[in-house]
């Protein structure tokens, strides 16, 4: 089975601009979360989707949306860029979300540097 | 709320056997991964407790105690590919708001 994939893997914006962030999850997958990592505040989550409905949404402003499609690919997008939102954002996918057992897989990431 | 901590940083030796500790305060719990993500990369999953005690794979083990919201991740036998960060992360109940929430993470140094 291939793995999560996230396109594209690096981008560079400057800031005011915005940014669309793809996600595919392994095949099978219907659980998508998303995951914003830098040095000093570690994984932080975004957000997480489950059949096309955003389940749960973390601490972040509403300059960060996302959406899930039927096919369960899911995009984020980031508005009026700042400084601070340069990071790698990692999206996770896992089967269901019943089992509390199911683990999440990682995709490679896409590295975001605003200038 | 969730609360995790981790050493920041640790380093060991080629061939020695290291503990990374994780403890955590939670409102309730539905088990503990553990994940190792080399500089650059996607973390990748390790481990899984649920139930207290050990659980060994190959070189590596996870320990759990749910009364004292504590973990450890031991590394035997370390290679300098084990050069990574490790993350612990708690899956929460599931009314909490997110399905996992990681420590900040232990950057484990290898050296020959």
């Known amino acids: 089975k291939a793995g999560v994939t996230q396109t594209p893997r690096y981008l560079i914006k400057t800031r005011g601009q915005q940014v669309t962030l793809s996600c595919s999850p392994i095949?099978?997958?219907?659980?998508v979360s998303w995951y914003q990592q830098t040095p000093g505040q570690g994984l932080q989550f975004l957000f997480e989707?489950?059949?096309?409905?955003?389940?749960n949404k973390g601490n972040f402003p509403g300059r960060f949306s996302g959406r899930q499609f039927s096919n369960s690919r899911s995009e984020m997008n980031v508005s009026t860029l700042e400084l601070g939102d340069s990071a790698l954002y990692l999206c996770?996918?896992?089967?269901?979300?019943?089992?509390?057992?199911?683990?999440?897989?990682f995709g490679p990431g896409t590295r975001l540097t605003v200038l | 709320g969730q609360n995790i901590d981790q050493p920041t940083e640790m380093t060991a030796t080629e061939g020695a056997i290291v503990q990374i500790n994780c403890t955590y305060q939670?409102?309730?719990?539905?088990?503990l991964f553990w994940y190792q993500q080399h500089a650059g990369e996607a973390p990748t999953f390790l481990s899984y407790?649920?139930?207290?005690g050990l659980e060994e794979k190959g070189r590596f083990s996870s320990f759990l105690s749910r009364s004292k919201g504590y973990s450890y991740l031991l590394l035997k036998e370390l290679q300098m590919k084990d050069s990574a960060s490790y993350l612990c992360?708690?899956?929460?109940?599931?009314?909490?708001?997110?399905?996992?929430?990681f420590g900040p993470g232990t950057r484990l140094s290898v050296l020959p």
């Open positions: 989707y489950f059949s096309e409905t955003q389940r």
């Open positions: 996770a996918s896992s089967p269901t979300r019943g089992s509390a057992a199911d683990t999440q897989y």
């Open positions: 095949s099978g997958h219907r659980s």
């Open positions: 407790n649920v139930l207290d």
């Open positions: 992360a708690v899956r929460p109940p599931d009314n909490y708001g997110q399905n996992f929430v």
């Open positions: 939670t409102s309730g719990f539905n088990g």
